[in-house]
């Protein structure tokens, strides 16, 4: 069988929620991934920035098939070794105090907001705790994540969606403070916002909300799922404000291409929030997936991830601000580390994205008019050159 056949195949059977574009994946290593005929695509989408160590790393891939072979699932009534191997050492490179292992990014949005819950209602046990979240944020889609993501266009069909919520404009300091009232127990925000159009929190703003927060008692949420894991060249993006939160909320890269999130508590919210009882998970902390989170930390260690972040950034802005300059059409750049969004104007992204694959490089969108660039962390100065040479063929 062929792509075409599959994709016929997947059409006739997938519930249709994605327009998918028309290639089948089939395998990858490093940088580039292959389709089923053998055509190659440089891939600075990485699984919308998922696989950071990049396709087929012999480590990673030897501690999962020996995992495999030992133990895939427990369940939560017992202990696992990889479970608490990948918990303490999330909480040291976080400083935090307790995580929770989910099985993906909105499930760690679930548990955010139960914590945020009931930390309040520990206080005053009143049922009515408002959440300020921000416009044009994206935190998954199960119900309580959908009601905090900022876009009417995700939650109109769904509601009633939980409720309690308010929304603010990000970088709006102003905003957020006209929200606040004796009800709020939680604010949620991406340290940089991906699904909404790639935008950097403020130092200001992210710094002032801090002190809103401390000041009355309400918890500061903040969600890494897509800029964490050193994909702004620290490990979490709020590590370079100085801006700790009292719960973060972790996927994508986390296991690295296993599905897993986790939440994790500061020391205020891991001493009074969820106890026995209150929340709970089948797969969540599984040993196949805390294995591959646990070599993640490894690796990234071993292969200094966070200097090379550092070290290639400017490199990727400075070639994708030369396009900015030289093309009417991009409006600017903005991101931070290989997290890197450029605004497009008055052309349709999607095609550009298009023919992009058609060129052989795979970028993806975010919003309704920036291109997106996510690679695997591992990305090279060359890698960078042959991506522009690509890009700008599909202009
Ligand atoms: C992707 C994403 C989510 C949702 O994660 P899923 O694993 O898709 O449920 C939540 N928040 C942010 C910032 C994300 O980028």
């Given at each position: 069988m062929c792509s075409k056949d599959y994709i016929e195949l997947a059409e006739n059977s997938?519930?249709?929620?994605y327009n998918r574009f028309p290639v089948v994946l089939d395998k990858g290593k490093g940088v580039y991934l292959y389709d089923l005929e053998g055509k190659e695509y440089l891939d600075f989408g990485a699984g919308i920035a998922v696989f950071?160590?990049?396709?087929?790393?012999e480590e990673y891939n030897e501690a999962l098939k020996g995992q495999i072979d030992k133990l895939i699932h427990t369940s939560n009534l017992y202990y696992n070794v990889p479970m608490a191997e990948a918990a303490d050492k999330l909480l040291k490179a976080s400083g935090m105090s307790r995580v929770f292992f989910t099985n993906s990014g909105t499930e760690a949005i679930e548990g955010a907001i139960k914590a945020a819950r009931k930390y309040a209602w520990l206080k005053d046990?009143?049922?009515d705790h408002e959440i300020i979240a921000m416009r044009h944020s994206f935190h998954g889609r199960s119900l309580g994540a959908l009601s905090v993501t900022g876009n009417r266009h995700y939650q109109e069909p769904f509601k009633?969606?939980?409720?309690?919520v308010k929304f603010a404009d990000f970088n709006d300091l102003d905003s957020v403070k006209e929200a606040?009232?004796?009800?709020?127990c939680a604010i949620i925000l991406e340290t940089v916002q991906g699904e909404g159009g790639i935008y950097p929190a403020e130092e200001g703003f992210l710094k002032g909300i801090k002190e809103i927060c401390a000041e009355k008692d309400i918890l500061l949420i903040l969600d890494e799922i897509q800029c964490g894991m050193g994909r702004t060249g620290s490990m979490f993006a709020w590590q370079q404000y100085g801006v700790e939160p009292d719960i973060m909320t972790c996927a994508k890269a986390l296991g690295c291409g296993v599905p897993v999130g986790a939440f994790v508590l500061g020391e205020k919210a891991a001493a009074k929030s969820l106890e026995p009882g209150d929340h709970g998970t089948t797969y969540g902390g599984n040993p196949l997936a805390c294995a591959a989170v646990s070599k993640v930390f490894d690796l990234f260690e071993k292969q200094d991830i966070l200097a090379h972040v550092r070290e290639i950034t400017p490199y990727l802005e400075e070639k994708l601000d030369a396009l900015v300059d030289k093309y009417d059409f991009l409006k600017e750049r903005r991101g931070k580390g290989l997290m890197q969004g450029l605004e497009v104007m008055g052309r349709p992204v999607g095609e550009i994205v298009s023919r992009a694959l058609g060129n052989g490089l795979i970028v993806i969108s975010a919003g309704t008019n920036v291109l997106r660039f996510v690679p695997p962390?591992?990305?090279?100065r060359s890698q960078i050159d042959e991506m522009t040479e690509k890009l700008e063929k599909s202009f």
């Open positions: 997938i519930l249709h929620t950071s160590l990049g396709y087929g790393n046990k009143s049922t009633p969606l939980i409720g309690g606040v009232t004796e009800k709020t962390l591992i990305i090279s």
